[in-house]
């Protein structure tokens, strides 16, 4: 049972232009969203991230929306640059009873950014 | 500011052994979380620890344990270890309530 849907494994853009990701959950528990972005050899690294309360986030050249009743966020990257290439992970935050909190990550989607 | 330290970075075992992998969490953080994260796939949760004890349990096996010190470094142990349990182990680590999880570069680990 996969609550969090990555459904694109691969995205191609030109340099300068948006890069849009995708992300569909399935838990209405989600409370707390985020990106990682992941280099080969390397842990994820984090992005920028969407409380359930809000609708968009954006920091610099990064903006993730959240539309809770179509369960669906998305970031944007604009523009996109080379260095942008890389695995993007989305995550849904569940808290649990008693304190703590467990992410649920999608597949990834592979960003290239070509020249 | 260090970040979250795992090690070792590769590791090769055979099938029935055991192994330990270890991480010490970014300063200022007392809770940790272990995900395993296997080829093509996105990190899956193992378990947390907070205040040395195991705050919560992901679908994992016995097989998989762990300990965090007094310090809030932290092991994770698999015993009998078998061919699928080939993948990365990741280490997070969080502070308080906070729900933002900062992870490590991880143990990448082969099983022959």
């Known amino acids: 049972d996969q609550q969090v849907k990555q459904n694109s494994p691969s995205l191609s853009v030109q340099e300068g232009r948006i890069s849009i990701l995708n992300c569909d959950y399935t838990?209405?528990?989600?409370?707390?969203f985020l990106w990682y972005k992941k280099y080969p050899a390397e842990g994820p690294t984090f992005l920028i991230s969407?409380?359930?309360?809000?609708d968009k986030n954006e920091d610099g050249r990064f903006t993730v929306f959240l539309n809770k009743s179509a369960k669906h966020l998305s970031l944007h990257i604009v523009p996109s640059q080379p260095g942008d290439s890389a695995v993007y992970f989305c995550?849904?935050?569940?808290?649990?009873?008693?304190?703590?909190?467990?992410?649920?990550f999608g597949t990834g989607t592979q960003l290239k950014v070509e020249l | 500011d260090a970040g979250v330290t795992q090690s070792p970075t590769h590791l090769i075992k055979t099938r029935g052994q055991q192994v330990t992998l270890r991480c010490s969490p970014k300063?200022?953080?007392?809770?940790v979380s272990w995900y395993q994260q296997a080829l093509g796939q996105g990190p899956q949760f193992i378990f947390q620890?907070?205040?040395?004890?195991?705050?919560q349990r992901g679908n994992f096996p016995d097989r998989f344990s762990g300990h965090q010190f007094p310090n809030y470094s932290s092991e994770l142990n698999v015993n009998a270890l078998l061919l699928g349990d080939s993948a990365l182990y990741l280490c997070?680590?969080?502070?308080?309530?906070?729900?933002?999880?900062?992870f490590g570069s991880g143990t990448q680990l082969s099983v022959l």
């Open positions: 995550a849904a935050s569940a808290r649990f009873t008693g304190g703590g909190n467990k992410l649920t």
């Open positions: 838990n209405s528990m989600f409370d707390y």
């Open positions: 997070a680590s969080s502070s308080g309530t906070e729900e933002l999880l900062f």
């Open positions: 969407i409380s359930s309360i809000k």
């Open positions: 300063s200022g953080h007392d809770t």
């Open positions: 620890y907070y205040e040395e004890e195991e705050r």
